[in-house]
């Protein structure tokens, strides 16, 4: 529960002032002074009459009514003064800044469930325990430095971790990030980050809020919240990236798929944040960065020049460019002739476009304008300009202030020489603009939100899929644990994806008469172990009926057979879908090249059910293998649109079949006209 009170009270007390500023009471007392609190202060302190020149009362019980408390107490004392404070002087907000609570002890959680009844008894909100505090433009309560500039345009940052928040502040002061409020939730006893956003979002003023958001999140609480309030803040204009830390948990947990192996809570949270629209960083570089970016007008395309007096960094940029999926494309034609004339004697003009060390402001001056007016495949514009230390660079910075209040295309300032130059760039930085210092930590950034896709909705496609076969089937299955292979083709036909013709039995000549009517060469598969492969339970390209028998003897030999499975032979390029159930964020769904490519490269891309179309191809395309599924060297590409339909087939599957807690359809094998399931594995619990 968010009240006004929190947002902008009208009064704030200070439990636990102090004179000492070096303290928590007496930093978040000297902050609010000093960010000019426009309300009444008040303190409470029982040894002290005046705290900061604020009034200072000597228990909570003898101040006035308060809209916001903000408790700097040790924490077995904040239960009581909450109930106080909130019964008897209308309190309704509360920070709590002191630890020792439930990140401790058992005990300290007594104490922090104590506080929640009386908080929620009385409406009021709370933030923390065990937190740095807010910041916004009505308020500073915050204990900490540094104090960012704050105006409504600036970034809104949302942190699970009071001290991640302050680096993050400290990293965004020096590239020029300006905020709008800092929210650091601590143990979000109440007040979580999927409620700030919630409230964010259900309050949303495009008139006068902040449209970026930044967040820091060490643990996803609801995920279908913040999916929900995410994706609805995109769609109405606002931009939003985020860490989730903690993204190492895990992965090697005991799982019995070569998906459960893959697939772990970070790739939820990868699914999640694709499927919300959010820009996913590693680093509070990273992060700061993206918000700098975010900050300039909306990239319409994925095509840069690099202007530069310093090849090394030109270079380094349209490296990192290229990797992200980005294009630094060659410049060519009669006016590159005419830029050159322009530019001193062996500037390089092809893209980097570099001026040369002595080259002068007019010289970047001409090399954007052609940038932004001539080349018509540029869509935006990197300048990396610093100093070597012979001359200042006042003159340049004014013109490149010049050039992006004007320019038509983004225009992105790289300005290294931040101490050599640090005058000048803090000048530059006034004037209102960012600054990315670290030319490939800004191609990383630009990658990362040209590759995020657009925010997709939880609409289930049905078409095709026999959602009351998919029940009876589910409901028919004995027991938990890895399904007979009829129950896998009758569930796999149930949702419409196409199955290669199978037979399983127990039985040589059963077998060998099946072989016979499908033709050989065939594959047989031994039934029972679960790696098949890493049994020897697996032979292709069999070509007769005697190597058939013999194969059909040995595996039935091996440790836990109970039935071979036969196959006709098919060629194609080897796919793979996979998905595992995850707690609170329901199927992860994951998809790549197949075979033992899977688990050797690992390259899967991830979503979350129930994918659209458009996820579907989201996903395919962001695999770094998508060029052998388009075709390369002669080799011809598979049929991409069967492709994405069995993921969103299979998604919608694993919608009404929510007992499905790992699947395997490893391989597909695709061509141009058809993809088909050859080999599927799927492990249920009811």
Known sequence: MITKQLICPKSIVVVGASNNVHKPGGAILRNLIEGSFKGELRAVNPKEKEVLGVACFASVADVPPTDLAVLAIPANLCPEAVEILASQKETRAFIILSAGFGEETHEGALLENKILETVNQYGASLIGPNCIGLLNTCHHSVFTQPIPN??????????????????????????????????????????????????????????????????????????????????????????????????????????????????????????????????????????????????????????????????????????????????????????????????????????????????????????????????????????????????????????????????????????????????????????????????????????????????????????????????RIIDSIPHDGYIAPHFVQALLHAAGISVVDEFVSGNKEEVLAFARRTSFPVVAKVVGPVHKSDVGGVTLNIKGEQHLALEFERMMRLPDATAVMVQPMLKGTELFIGAKYEEKFGHVVLCGLGGIFVEVLKDVSSGLAPLSYEEAYSMIHSLRAYKIIQGTRGQKGVNEDKFAEIIVRLSTLLRFATEIKEMDINPLLATEKSVIAVDARIRIKK
């Open 150 to 471: 704050l105006n409504p345009q600036g970034v809104d940052l949302i942190s699970s971790s009071g001290a991640t928040a302050v680096f993050i502040m400290e990293s965004a002061l020096v590239k020029g990030l300006q905020f709008n409020s800092a929210w650091s939730v601590g143990n979000a006893k109440q007040i979580g980050v999927e409620d700030v956003l919630q409230y964010m979002d259900e309050n949303f003023d495009s008139d006068r809020d902040s449209r970026i958001k930044l967040l820091y999140m060490e643990s996803i609480k609801d995920p279908d919240r913040l999916l929900l309030h995410a994706s609805s803040l995109i769609e109405k204009g606002c931009r939003i990236a985020a860490i989730k830390a903690g993204s190492s948990e895990s992965g090697s947990r005991a799982a019995s798929s070569h998906t459960g192996a893959m697939a772990s809570p970070d790739s939820a949270v990868e699914a999640l944040f694709r499927k919300a629209g959010i820009v996913r960083c590693y680093s509070r570089e990273e992060l700061t960065t993206v918000g700098c970016v975010f900050t300039l007008p909306e990239l319409k395309g994925r095509n840069f020049a690099i202007v530069t007096h310093a090849g090394g960094p030109g270079v380094m940029l349209t490296d990192a460019l290229c990797k992200g999926g980005l294009n630094v494309p060659k410049l060519e034609g009669p006016k590159l002739d005419e830029l050159k004339e322009k530019l001193l004697p062996g500037a390089s003009i092809a893209n980097p476009i570099d001026v040369l060390a002595t080259g002068t402001p007019e010289h970047l001056d001409i090399a954007i304008d052609y940038c932004e007016k001539e080349f018509e495949n540029i869509d935006a514009i990197m300048a990396i300009f610093g100093t070597p230390g012979l001359v200042t660079m006042f003159d340049m910075y004014e013109m490149l202030h010049q050039k992006i209040r004007h320019c038509r295309k983004p225009l992105f300032p790289v300005l290294p020489s931040i101490h050599t130059a640090g005058k000048e760039v803090e000048q530059f930085l006034a004037k209102g603009h960012v600054n990315f210092s670290d030319e490939v930590t800004l191609g990383t950034a630009l990658s990362r939100i040209m590759n995020a896709p657009r925010p997709a909705g939880n609409k289930v496609e049905l078409y095709g899929v026999d959602v009351p076969a998919i029940r």
